[in-house]
């Protein structure tokens, strides 16, 4: 059974830092592509960063400069370091594992930037 649990969301104020984790199970970790995708609050689901099996990394334009995205395969772990938060990043992130027609969703993790 394929599972992916993210952790770490929680509320901050603006100009905060988070870091989420995303443990996975069920897979070989280590040949996915492994990704985070954020819904804000009445908007669609949208692609925050990615990171392939070989490392390589690409973000939104919007989190370019702030957030990192990393794996460790020794852990099955995908992490997002957010930093200097804005008010707008204020969503439901979620962990996502794909491998050809293979794909998997995290059951997410809330975010809520607020003062």
């Known amino acids: 059974q394929v599972q992916l649990v993210e952790s770490g969301g929680g509320a901050v104020q603006p100009g905060g830092s988070l870091r989420l984790s995303c443990a996975v199970s069920?897979?070989?970790?280590?040949?996915?592509?492994m990704a985070w995708y954020r819904q804000a609050p009445g908007k669609q689901r949208d692609l925050v960063a990615r990171?392939?099996?070989?490392?390589?990394?690409n973000y939104a334009d919007s989190v370019k400069g702030r957030f990192t995205i990393s794996r460790d395969n020794a852990k099955n772990t995908v992490y997002l370091q957010m930093n200097s938060l804005p008010p707008e990043a204020t969503a439901v992130y979620y962990c996502?594992?794909?491998?050809?027609?293979?794909?998997?969703w995290g059951p997410g993790t809330p975010v809520p930037v607020s003062s």
């Open positions: 996502t594992a794909a491998l050809s027609i293979h794909f998997y």
């Open positions: 990171i392939t099996r070989g490392g390589i990394t």
């Open positions: 069920g897979i070989i970790f280590s040949i996915y592509d």
